[in-house]
């Protein structure tokens, strides 16, 4: 473990990695935001104390927490290869300068991409900011496969 902690882009990709959790761990509380203040349930356990009458107008969809949840899902679908992808970049032994690079471009994209999205930012900005977050996990898994290549 010391010899991780000496290891310079793994402490890099260690402080991306909290931020980008840490990130997507708050989208969950956006989710509950938008659930109250758009008065939107999808559970019937969600409204339980509430009237027959109160419960039909509680339970449905409301396109604000469909927007947040998808922001969600998104940021699964993206953040999770970059665990393990950037985490074998980072024991690869890239320059420090290149992992910084890789690190803080995905992460300032993530970030910028959860903005676009939950403000409705018009396009193309949500697109670029997806792409760009996808080209930095496509370019340290081709630095990873250039140099560790076995078949």
């Not at 203040?37 to 969809?61: H, M, P, Y």
């Not at 420090?96 to 803080?104: K, N």
């Amino acid at each position: 473990m010391s010899q991780l902690m000496e290891n310079e882009a793994f402490k890099a990709f260690t402080t991306y990695a909290a931020i980008v959790t840490l990130k997507m761990i708050l989208m969950g509380p956006v989710t509950v935001y938008f659930r109250f203040t758009r008065k939107s349930f999808i559970n019937e356990e969600d409204v339980a104390w509430k009237s027959e009458e109160q419960k039909k107008l509680l339970l449905k969809t409301h396109p604000d927490v469909e927007r947040a949840r998808r922001c969600h899902y998104n940021d699964l679908e993206n953040i999770i290869p970059f665990f393990f992808i950037g985490l074998l970049y980072a024991l690869s032994g890239p320059e420090l300068s290149s992992a910084l690079l890789h690190f803080r471009i995905f992460t300032a994209a993530r970030i910028f991409h959860s903005f676009a999205y939950i403000l409705v930012l018009p396009q193309p900005s949500r697109a670029i900011s997806y792409f760009l977050g996808m080209l930095v996990t496509f370019s340290m898994a081709y630095s990873l496969l250039s140099k560790v290549f076995f078949l």
